[in-house]
């Protein structure tokens, strides 16, 4: 079966700080990946996906990136944290095809302090 | 552009009495739909979707949800609350581009009193 790691589950920075959150698929080949992020009353909002490795799309500017240096990695990058990049971030992965639904690991807790 | 439309942001039942959560989206083209349900502190997991098929979707935990083109809707129910409905929900579109990007409402925080 098919699962998703991501870590950490919470994380304290200082702003100006740098960060790396990292997301894991296992059971599966060539998955389409997202990086969701979640702020209070603002529902989610995908950040960036991937449909394969190297390939990475943008949905809104921001001080964030993403990269897929593997098929089932994923991994959202920030060189200097700013107060409003606090929020809960979500990985998520779908197998492709149109139809099928995503997969959503447990978050990380994100406060920039 | 699709989008999603969950009015007010929290609702609040007695337990046994019956969960409507209201969804309405936008698309231009027919859409898949979802429901999603997230615990405190949790990850999302997948209630039910739609995708072309039957219109009556029956999902986990004894939800349901209904397409209505005609209404462009796709309320969720569920006949009787039981307190472990106690969640988060929200209703996505996806853009059947081959991307799957998911287009997620701002969520219903669902409340059961005893």
């Known amino acids: 079966s098919q699962t998703i790691h991501q870590w950490p589950a919470t994380l304290v920075q200082p702003v100006g700080s740098p960060l790396s959150l990292e997301c894991t698929v296992e059971?599966?080949?060539?998955?389409?990946l997202y990086w969701y992020r979640q702020a209070a009353g603002r529902g989610l909002q995908l950040l960036f996906y991937?449909?394969?490795?190297?390939?990475i799309s943008s949905e809104v500017p921001q001080n964030l990136s993403a990269s897929r240096p593997q098929d089932r990695q994923f991994i959202l990058s920030s060189k200097k944290l700013l107060l409003s990049d606090s929020g809960f971030y979500l990985c998520?992965?779908?197998?492709?095809?149109?139809?099928?639904?995503?997969?959503f690991g447990q978050g990380t807790r994100l406060t920039v302090v | 552009a699709q989008s999603v439309t969950q009015l007010g942001s929290h609702v609040s039942v007695s337990e046994g009495a019956l969960v409507l959560l209201r969804c309405n989206y936008s698309?231009?083209?027919?859409?898949?739909l979802f429901w999603y349900v997230q615990y405190p502190n949790q990850g999302l997991q997948l209630l039910l979707k739609y995708t072309s098929a039957a219109t009556l979707v029956k999902g986990i935990n004894g939800f349901e949800a209904e397409f209505k083109k005609s209404e462009t809707s796709f309320h969720l129910t569920k006949p009787s609350a039981h307190m472990s409905d106690a969640a988060e929900y929200f209703c996505a579109v996806s853009d059947r581009s081959g991307s799957e990007k998911l287009v997620f409402g701002k969520g219903m925080k669902l409340t059961v009193n005893p």
């Open positions: 991937s449909v394969g490795i190297g390939q």
């Open positions: 698309s231009s083209v027919p859409p898949y």
């Open positions: 059971g599966t080949s060539n998955p389409n």
């Open positions: 998520a992965w779908s197998s492709g095809g149109g139809n099928t639904e995503a997969f």
